[in-house]
């Protein structure tokens, strides 16, 4: 079998904004350790890590993390690519999906097992919520993880390929998972790991940055900007709190509310001051200049910290105020693609549970390894970045099958790493290629196109698919239509959908158009998905395979036409393209037609496992 992909180039063009204070824009990709090609093998003996530099001749201030990654530019932080979230604290003991049972409007939802059985979650009533506060509140004095290894998980962070990580100091519910000694309100007492009532007594959170610098990975530290925990913002005065907002008026009670912007404050600057995380992951998008006077004076926090830690990245998750780079949350994996097109070029992470829920619960059904691998793809074919997230147990170890789905990761990142890492999109991003046995009637070949628009009927009208009556559609596309972005036809050999261009020109997508269908009198029907990437002058064609399944042909056809002017990301390379090669395999042999474009000889040993997903290198350098 066959397969025939028609692609155009179009230059993207990234804009990254300079800025006065201190945030990190516009430079070059920086290499962090690790970030070009294959993930180390972990070691397990607490080595150093390799120094990075600033900036220009600049090294990293002399303190505990000295000798330990930095991100020195956004665009070096863009270049890791992927990242292991931990979402963990005392709610793991009980199996819920963190903090969101106690917020009184969707304790029922996220899944979360009922809070008053036998009776149904819709069921409970106010003093259900009451006793069920006072219980999770009280988990504090059973939480002891006694199985916790910090050099265990940075050793699977390392050996999954991943290249930074983030992880809980609190949660919505206020509990510490690092040595704080900051107090919701005047009275009450510290509420975490290190609390008065809590057995665990350790630093899990500093043990855990530890580890993770040690075998090189960049540090986040996610933080809620609320905490339900604390009196100064659901204050037991002001009555039974109904959502996750403070539960009085700001306005009225400004002392009450400066105390909590006080706590918070606090507690920063103590995570600041004790860990100098390379970026700062702030929920809880609630508090914040979208909802009135409950917000806090981040950009401030923000600049303070960057004194301590230039090029320090914050996310804030509200859009409005220091906000580096976008997070979408959790994504249908069939979705993320969309996401990524419709970000582009704003940097952007997507967060994504490798189970159903972000915390740890029991019996969890886990996402297959070939749909992290494929969602890795999707998200840097647009430029993103994948942050998976894992909740670790309450004994302190990593739930098994997320160990195995991590090291399957880990096994194809050693392989193909390098189409992931330090990338930038190239255009198209995207192409879902299907291939059709026989030429199908007319209505097909406008798969997108609006009905409304006169197309349909026209290309309907044209008869069968010949050359000739492509060409009158194409006219009709192009010179008809006030909006051209619909669909266009380049010869009958295929049709890009959303896509239009003067006749006789190469084909140029609009709109993340990227559906691509071929048309060959052989084989039966089939749907190959591929994603791209570029690095320097070799692009990387990412074939997302079903199993370990590779094309059975002996030939591939990729038609590209690659005519986009070379050096911004988004456009191909201008040198003529050397060599193609399947990564883990011999070198293809390839040869150019001008109607079949790139025509690939797969080598004999292309039936070797290739799990997930097969990568071809395609070079372009001189």
């Not at 995380?277 to 929920?283: A, N, R, T, V, Y």
């Not at 509200?318 to 780079?325: A, I, L, R, T």
Request: glycine fraction near 8%.
């Amino acid at each position: 079998m066959r397969t025939t992909t028609i692609v155009s180039v179009l230059v993207a063009m990234v804009t990254v904004q300079t800025s006065a204070t201190g945030r990190p824009r516009s430079d070059d990709i920086q290499t962090l350790p690790h970030i070009a090609g294959v993930p180390p093998t972990p070691t397990g003996t607490g080595g150093t890590c390799p120094l990075m530099a600033m900036s220009a001749g600049g090294a990293v201030g002399a303190d505990s993390t000295a000798s330990c990654p930095r991100i020195s530019s956004l665009r070096s932080w863009q270049g890791l690519k992927f990242g292991l979230f931990l979402h963990w604290g005392a709610y793991s003991q009980i199996g819920v999906d963190a903090s969101w049972s106690l917020n009184w409007k969707t304790a029922c939802t996220f899944g979360n097992p009922s809070l008053c059985a036998p009776k149904k979650c819709s069921e409970c009533t106010e003093a259900d919520m009451v006793a069920y506060r006072k219980m999770y509140w009280g988990l504090s004095k059973t939480f002891n993880p006694t199985k916790f290894n910090a050099t265990a998980w940075a050793d699977v962070a390392l050996a999954a390929g991943m290249k930074y990580f983030v992880m809980t100091t609190k949660h919505h519910d206020g509990f510490a998972m690092y040595n704080t000694s900051a107090t919701g309100a005047p009275g009450q007492p510290v509420y975490g790991v290190t609390g008065p009532d809590c057995p665990t007594q350790r630093d899990l959170y500093g043990e855990v940055v530890t580890a993770m610098r040690t075998n090189g990975l960049v540090v986040g530290a996610y933080f809620s900007k609320a905490d339900w925990h604390a009196d100064s913002f659901w204050d037991p005065a002001h009555g039974f709190p109904t959502d996750r907002n403070v539960n009085y008026d700001i306005a009225t009670n400004a002392t009450r509310y400066a105390q909590f912007v006080d706590f918070d404050e606090q507690q920063l600057k103590e995570i600041q001051s004790k860990y100098k995380p390379d970026l700062f992951w702030l929920d809880a998008g609630w508090v914040g200049p979208n909802n009135g006077l409950q917000t806090l004076p981040l950009p401030e926090w923000a600049a303070t910290a960057r004194k301590e830690t230039p090029n320090q990245l914050w996310v804030n998750r509200d859009g409005k105020v220091d906000e580096d780079y976008l997070t979408p949350e959790n994504p249908p994996p069939d979705a993320v693609l969309k996401f990524g097109l419709g970000l582009r070029p704003k940097p952007w992470e997507v967060c994504m549970t490798l189970g159903s829920k972000w915390a740890y619960t029991v019996n969890d059904t886990y996402k297959s390894t070939e749909t992290v691998v494929h969602t890795l793809a999707n998200v840097i074919a647009t430029g993103g970045s994948l942050l998976l997230d894992v909740g670790p147990m309450p004994t302190g170890e990593l739930p098994p099958t997320a160990l195995e789905r991590l090291a399957e990761v880990g096994e194809w990142l050693r392989l193909n790493g390098e189409a992931i890492y330090d990338t930038v999109a190239v255009f198209p991003y995207a192409m879902n290629v299907t291939t059709k046995a026989q030429r199908p009637p007319s209505p097909e070949w406008v798969h997108a196109a609006n009905a409304s628009d006169g197309v349909s009927a026209s290309c309907a009208q044209a008869g069968e698919n010949t050359e000739a009556n492509l060409t009158a559609c194409q006219d009709y596309c192009f010179n008809s239509l006030s909006t051209c972005n619909t669909i266009n036809f380049r010869s009958p050999t295929g049709c890009l959908v959303k896509a239009c261009t003067p006749p006789g020109q190469p084909l140029v997508t609009k709109d993340g158009g990227f559906d691509v269908y071929t048309i060959a009198n052989y084989g039966a029907t089939s749907t190959q998905q591929w994603r791209l990437s570029r690095k320097g002058d070799v692009v990387y064609a990412i074939l997302l395979l079903e199993g370990t399944a590779l094309p059975t042909a002996s030939t591939l056809e990729l038609p590209f036409v690659v005519d986009a002017p070379g050096g911004a990301d988004g456009s191909w390379p201008t040198s003529p393209l050397k060599s193609v090669s399947l990564i883990g395999s011999d070198n293809v042999e390839f040869a150019w037609s001008d109607q079949n474009g790139l025509v690939l000889t797969m080598p004999a040993s292309k039936h070797a496992a290739q799990p997930n997903a097969a990568v071809f290198r395609l070079d372009f350098s001189n």
